[in-house]
């Protein structure tokens, strides 16, 4: 069993940057993708970006494009979620998730993931 444990949400002004944090953790941590997910009020969960946790391949949708970076670092088991020029259609919940087999493609989709984390809040007003 994995567990994931985001970090980092919160209130950020339009323009502003945050940086998100998931830490894993189980008996044996084997992933093979990594990836962010987010959910606004009303709304279904989209695909932000995803990284291939041992070759680090990046997939990004285009609402991340030049504005958020993926990252990890596999000593530490944990993924992260760079967030630059926030914008307020950026509100959200956002969730890492991980899929622990291979896959032809890199997972994109919600039900292509095994564990997810419990959610942190990115607020983007003034």
């Known amino acids: 069993q994995v567990q994931l444990v985001e970090s980092g949400g919160g209130l950020v002004q339009p323009g502003g940057s945050l ?6 953790s189980g008996r044996t941590f084997s992933a093979y ?21 041992s070759a680090g391949d ?4 285009d609402s991340a494009k030049g504005r958020f970076a993926i990252s990890r670092d596999n000593a530490k088991n944990t993924g992260y ?4 020029n926030l914008r307020p259609e950026d509100t959200a919940v956002y969730y890492c998730a991980v899929r622990g087999s291979t896959i032809a493609t890199m997972p994109i989709y919600p039900d292509e993931y095994d564990y997810w984390g419990q959610g942190t809040q990115v607020t983007v007003s003034s």
């Open 81 to 84: 979620l760079q967030m630059n």
């Open 33 to 53: 993708a990594m990836a962010w997910f987010r959910q606004a009020p009303g709304k279904g969960r989209e695909f932000v970006m995803a990284i291939n946790w």
């Open 58 to 61: 990046v997939y990004y949708a």
């Open 19 to 24: 940086r998100l944090s998931c830490q894993a």
